[in-house]
């Protein structure tokens, strides 16, 4: 068997050879993409990535915005909550106030109506005394009268005297006595 003479290899440039019909080739194709992509792609990707910035920077300001507004009405409601404490301590103070005035008015009021009930009772307790001593003077001056109009008529010892006096007590009724 005969040995076949091995197929001669075509020449092959190295890596770092350049060769001019590939790279005008390759500069031909680059351009040739970039006019297409430039015409194409470039715009609609420019436009949509300006129209993902505007939309990114109108949600920031719109975030900042209502960040604001929020801040805002965190500090009306402090407000808010700071005035109707104090309302509400003015009120509780007020309230404290006029109920002290009430008690000291009631009080007042009640104790005139107690002094004015005993002057009272104290004038229906004079005149029931003066009255009951003029009944009390009228009650001895009739027992003398009638004592003496006894002792009058019977000129009697002093046995008979004492006697006379005990039997008139016993005929007194009980409630004159």
Do not use: C, H
């Not at 091995?6 to 080739?25: E, R």
């Not at 129209?51 to 900042?64: G, K, L, M, P």
């Amino acid at each position: 068997m005969a040995f076949a003479a091995p197929a001669p290899v075509l020449a092959v440039g190295a890596l770092t050879d350049i060769n001019p019909g590939l790279t005008l080739w390759t500069a031909i194709t680059f351009l040739f993409l970039v006019a297409v992509l430039s015409r194409f792609a470039w715009g609609p990707i420019v436009k949509m990535l300006q129209e993902r910035e505007r939309t990114i920077r109108e949600a920031i300001d719109a975030a900042r915005r209502e960040r604001a507004e929020a801040e805002r009405l965190l500090a009306e409601q402090k407000e808010t909550l700071a005035r109707a404490t104090r309302e509400a301590a003015e009120l509780a103070r007020r309230n404290q106030q006029e109920v002290e005035l009430l008690r000291q008015e009631l009080t007042a009021r009640a104790r005139k109506e107690a002094d004015e009930l005993v002057a009272s009772a104290r004038g229906l307790i004079g005149e029931e005394r003066s009255r009951a001593a003029a009944e009390l003077r009228g009650m001895v001056a009739d027992l003398a009268i009638e004592a003496a109009s006894r002792l009058v008529t019977a000129s009697l010892d002093d046995r008979a005297q004492r006697k006379l006096v005990e039997e008139y007590l016993q005929q007194l009724p009980v409630g004159r006595a």
